[in-house]
């Protein structure tokens, strides 16, 4: 079973820096796109950051400029995430879409990491 673990996140004050982790296991050909998203607390999720297989990155204009996505391996994903503020606190879980060793195309999530932004 594809699984995908976040990693990284904490508390951090205005203006620091976090870098998280998304790893994937499990039966898996290959990642199409990997997706960051957010959700804040009473806030509807929000898509933050996608790098596709083939490296091309999009951003929410909120974090252009301060946040970087980058494949580290074929199988993990990173957010870095630099001059914090307090409107990035959220709950961040990452997105796949990929390609069984069967050639299915699923989608999987993972539980999310805790990021909070203190001023």
């Known amino acids: 079973q594809v699984q995908l673990v976040e990693s990284g996140g904490g508390l951090v004050q205005t203006g620091g820096s976090l870098r998280l982790s998304c790893e994937a296991s499990?039966?898996?050909?290959?990642?199409?796109?990997m997706a960051w998203y957010r959700q804040a607390p009473g806030k509807q999720r929000e898509l933050v950051a996608t790098?596709?297989?083939?490296?091309?990155t999009n951003y929410v204009e909120s974090v252009k400029g301060r946040f970087t996505i980058s494949r580290d391996n074929p199988k993990n994903t990173l957010l870095q995430m630099n001059s914090l503020k307090s409107e990035d606190t959220g709950i961040y879980c990452c997105r796949a879409t990929l390609t069984t060793p069967w050639g299915r195309s699923v989608e999987n999530w993972g539980r999310g990491t805790q990021v909070t932004v203190s001023e």
């Open positions: 790098i596709t297989s083939d490296g091309i």
């Open positions: 499990g039966p898996i050909r290959s990642i199409n796109t």
